[in-house]
């Protein structure tokens, strides 16, 4: 008798050992549920926080219904996917989503991937009546991590002093891309500026709505960097009403900058491309550059270069491409 209620307490004592520390491979959130549910589809979790946890590396998180489910800090791989449903993160005075693995055992390798969401910094209707915007600071906070893909999400009101939509600074070699989504009514849209002696961003900028955001649409940034180039492609964006559509800055002495801006419109900014920086390259090819209070700024040796078959139109000042033209091969 003594055995066996000894090997009973023992297999109950397993049991409860796995029921607590198991994660699954696939988890659930829902604008009713609960985070102290398994956060299985017929009882899942309230927020991405409750589910991540329950959630295996390389695992999925998906939505039930299109719920707010907070702020989550993300240390692991994983994919968060509404698509259908389109879950809401609010994040006024705080991030969105942060993407960090900096502390783990082996940083600079999770891939994340964030599909189908909305991330609000949280406008009010007295801030918009004051003509300010929201007070979230960044809505995607990219620091540590080998890869960052984002699809069909929308970021705004991300508008707190140096607010950002995306912010992509990686201390590593990293890759981000960013396809049919809008960012709009922020401080800065897409941030990307890698940081010490071996940050590297390998970034793809495809089908985006980015407009409205109060600095720059898209800045790409080498100060803090002197690791090795950084790359950025921006395919079919349309960059409107922001402070500066592309803005590319490379202080002396950091790494350099090479930049390509196909078959996009540049509509109605205060600037609509800069280079600032000997150490930059800007290609542009088949894209509309209009009705900004200055076209093309090149300063300190940086260059804007054409594939000449561009249409710089109706701008208070025009500027000019670089020569030589770029030549299609």
């Not at 800045?219 to 950025?232: A, F, K």
Request: aromatic letters at 4%; a neutral charge.
């Amino acid at each position: 008798m003594k055995r066996i209620t000894t090997g009973l307490l023992f297999a109950l004592s397993v049991v409860g050992g796995t029921s607590a520390h198991a994660q699954a491979t696939r988890t659930w959130v829902s604008g009713v549920g609960d985070d102290v549910n398994p956060c299985s589809r017929t009882a899942p979790c309230k927020t991405f926080a409750g589910a991540i946890s329950k959630t295996s590396a390389g695992g999925e998180i998906d939505c039930l219904d299109p719920g707010g489910y907070g702020t989550v800090t993300i240390t692991k791989s994983i994919t968060i996917d509404c698509t259908g449903t389109f879950g809401s993160t609010l994040n006024s005075g705080t991030n969105g989503i942060n993407v960090n693995d900096s502390a783990s055992g082996f940083p600079g390798t999770i891939r994340v991937i964030l599909r189908g969401l909305s991330i609000n910094g949280a406008q009010t209707a007295a801030q918009n009546g004051t003509g300010n915007l929201g007070s979230g600071l960044v809505g995607i906070n990219f620091t540590s991590g080998a890869s960052l893909v984002v699809e069909d999400v929308i970021i705004q009101n991300e508008n707190a002093g140096s607010a950002v939509g995306i912010s992509f600074k990686p201390s590593n070699t990293a890759q981000l891309s960013v396809s049919n989504s809008v960012i709009a009514d922020n401080g800065t849209g897409v941030l990307v500026q890698p940081t010490g002696a071996n940050g590297n961003a390998r970034v793809s900028l495809t089908n985006l709505e980015i407009v409205n955001n109060s600095g720059n649409g898209v800045s790409v940034n080498s100060t803090g960097n002197t690791g090795p180039s950084t790359n950025v492609t921006m395919q079919n964006v349309r960059l409107n009403r922001n402070g500066v559509g592309v803005n590319v800055l490379s202080p002396v002495g950091t790494t350099g900058l090479t930049v390509g801006v196909y078959d996009s419109t540049i509509f109605g900014n205060t600037t609509g491309i800069r280079s600032d920086g000997g150490t930059i390259q800007i290609g542009v090819s088949n894209t509309t550059i209009q009705a900004n209070g200055t076209g093309l700024l090149s300063a300190n040796g940086g260059t804007i270069q054409s594939f000449g078959d561009n249409r710089l139109l109706g701008n208070g000042v025009p500027g000019a491409f670089n020569p030589p033209a770029l030549v299609k091969q």
